[in-house]
C-alpha cells in the first residue's frame, strides 16, 4: 500500500513539473 501511494505521489509530481516546463 505503502509503494502504490509512493509510486502515485511521484507520478504526480513528475507530471506537474511536466506540466510547467509545457507551460513555460
Do not use: D, K, P, Y
Not at 1 to 24: D, E, K, P
Amino acid at each position: 500500500m505503502s509503494n502504490l501511494t509512493r509510486r502515485q505521489f511521484i507520478g504526480r509530481s513528475a507530471l506537474g513539473i511536466g506540466s510547467a516546463v509545457v507551460a513555460s
